[in-house]
């Protein structure tokens, strides 16, 4: 530090009383700086207090957004508080869905592949979370390749499932897949399940209005999506009883598809099929056997929720 003019030695007077006085100066200074040492009591005193964890509630997940359901309504699951969704959180979700889709259907399916893989790279970083959720490591594995899985598939769907059709005269006739849309999805139990049936809908343009019974995985699933470029409303997961939300779905006119994947009453299945019927929507059917997550899942997933348009062009001479 830089001495002042008073650091400095009187003229006539003595550089030895001087140098000292200036020595006590810089001593005091130092002093004052010094960080006073935190007693080895105080912080044994706060490793002990007795600090309550803060819980955490599993909330909805609508457009991009952690609200609690509007219900007010929670219900435990393990002990986690978990809200439990009404009719009018799924009529928010489909808001936001419908809201999310021109936009995200606009998007190029490259721009959607870089997306999901994007998912996948923060999937793996919370692996251990998921784990310690009661996720086999290996079953967290799976769903992170299934997400890199479609992600290659986003440019590449158009040209398998899409074509020029041979016809009669000077016209070009082409085939080319679109999104339903809005897609309504009862998710399986499984963690694998849930990333199966929410990866194929959204790859190829659609949005997704979720029901879960497995919180805790898919809500940390939410919170992952939120963080990977998904943007809000795409993905809108709702947890809580299927049989109670699922009719709503079923019957809402602004939903173009319902995937029927996680339902396992037979009577219900049946009541959301009437119910779906009444607005024309298309409904995904599980195999009457069961499905085989851990399988190659194949172009099904993605084709069942496409739409064909078909267009004729004149050629140029």
């Known amino acids: 530090m830089p001495e002042s003019s008073s650091d400095r030695p009187r003229k006539g007077g003595s550089d030895k009383s001087a140098g000292k006085a ?10 004052t700086v010094t960080a006073t040492p935190v007693p080895a009591a105080a912080v044994a005193t706060r490793a002990t207090s007795g600090r309550l964890t803060v819980r955490k509630t599993y909330k909805l997940y609508i457009g991009g957004a952690f609200p609690r359901s509007e219900s007010g ?19 928010d979700a489909v808001i936001a869905a419908r809201k999310a889709q021109p936009k995200w259907a606009g998007a190029t399916a490259y721009n959607r592949g870089q997306v999901l893989y994007r998912v996948a790279e923060m999937l793996e970083a919370r692996r251990a979370e998921f784990v310690a959720l009661g996720v086999p490591a290996a079953e967290v594995d799976a769903a992170v390749d299934r997400w890199v ?25 082409i085939s080319a897949p679109e999104p339903t849309g809005v897609v309504g999805v009862v998710a399986p139990a499984s963690f694998l399940g849930l990333v199966s049936v929410i990866a194929p809908a959204i790859v190829t343009g659609n949005t997704v209005v979720v029901l879960t019974a497995t919180p805790q995985a898919a809500v940390t699933l939410a919170e992952v999506l939120a963080t990977s ?17 699922a009719p709503w779905l079923a019957s809402h006119d602004d939903v173009n598809a319902l995937d029927l994947t996680g339902v396992t009453d037979p009577a219900l299945a ?7 019927a009444g607005s024309l929507k298309r409904v995904v059917r599980p195999p009457a056997d069961g499905t085989d997550f851990t399988a190659d899942p194949g172009l099904g997933p993605m084709t069942a929720l496409l739409e064909i348009k078909t267009v004729w062009h004149p050629k140029g001479f």
């Open 22 to 31: 200036v020595a006590v100066r810089k001593a005091a200074l130092a002093k």
């Open 73 to 91: 309504r929670t219900y435990l699951v393990d002990g986690d508080n978990v809200a439990l969704a009404s009719r009018k959180d799924a009529r």
């Open 149 to 173: 899985w479609y992600a290659g598939w986003s440019d590449k769907i158009a040209q398998v499932h899409g074509g020029a059709n041979p016809v009669a005269g000077p016209f070009f006739n």
């Open 229 to 245: 470029d998904v943007p809000g409303g795409v993905v809108n997961i709702l947890t809580g009883n299927a049989a109670e939300t």
């Open 270 to 276: 049946a009541d959301l099929e009437r119910s779906a």
